[in-house]
């Protein structure tokens, strides 16, 4: 069975342009979540997609957005990119259970670095 | 606000000794999950803990949950070299299936 995939891996942008990251969740599964990882603020969560709805948002500001279509595939877009978003974007997919087991498992990450 | 505080944070330890990585949550929650992580790469699923009293083992780890204190324990046992990485404990708010709360993970150095 595939794993979670995400596209690109690596990813240089300068201050003011904008990004969009893909992720393919695992056949069958539902929930799409993002994350951003930096070495300051850890692992911290930034909205969960399922059925093509946003269900969960984190504390992140507007210019955070995302999207999942029809196939469950997800995109998160960044725009007015700030050094600040320099990070390791993970997105994670499950099955997208309100009770019970619904483990999340997690794509290889998007390297985004800003200049 | 749930929170997830991880002690310690770093632990430096020699092959073959035994030790405990605590994760503390705020509130309530019935998910806990712990997840490795080797430099540069994603998260790996070790376990996932659904109720009080769970205990899961996989080789040299045993992970445990203890709702009502909100602890949950990653013992390592007769640590090996391979066992090197940062390890993340995470809950799921009982209202929110699809967010995860992450601690801020343990870097586990294992010494020869």
């Known amino acids: 069975k595939a794993g979670v995939t995400q596209t690109p891996r690596y990813l240089i942008k300068t201050r003011g342009q904008q990004v969009t990251l893909s992720c393919s969740p695992i056949?069958?599964?539902?929930?799409v979540s993002w994350y951003q990882q930096t070495p300051g603020q850890g692992l911290q969560f930034l909205f969960e997609y399922f059925s093509e709805t946003q269900r969960n948002k984190g504390n992140f500001p507007g210019r955070f957005s995302g999207r999942q279509f029809s196939n469950s595939r997800s995109e998160m877009n960044v725009s007015t990119l700030e050094l600040g978003d320099s990070a390791l974007y993970l997105c994670?997919?499950?099955?997208?259970?309100?009770?019970?087991?619904?483990?999340?498992?997690f794509g290889p990450g998007t390297r985004l670095t800003v200049l | 606000e749930l929170k997830v505080e991880q002690n310690p944070l770093f632990l430096s330890m020699q092959e073959g000794k035994n030790y405990t990585i605590y994760c503390n949550y705020s509130?309530?929650?019935?998910?806990l999950y712990w997840y490795r992580q080797d430099p540069g790469k994603s998260l790996e699923s070790l376990f996932v803990l659904l109720s009080n009293g769970a205990v899961k083992q996989e080789g040299r780890l045993m992970a445990s949950l203890d709702t009502k204190a909100r602890l949950s324990t990653l013992h390592i046992t007769a640590a090996v070299h391979d066992l090197s990485a940062t390890y993340f404990c995470a809950v799921t708010p009982s209202s929110n299936t699809g967010k995860l709360i992450f601690g801020q993970g343990t870097t586990l150095q294992v010494k020869p």
């Open positions: 056949s069958g599964h539902r929930s």
């Open positions: 509130t309530t929650s019935d998910r």
């Open positions: 994670a997919s499950s099955l997208g259970l309100q009770r019970g087991y619904n483990e999340q498992f």
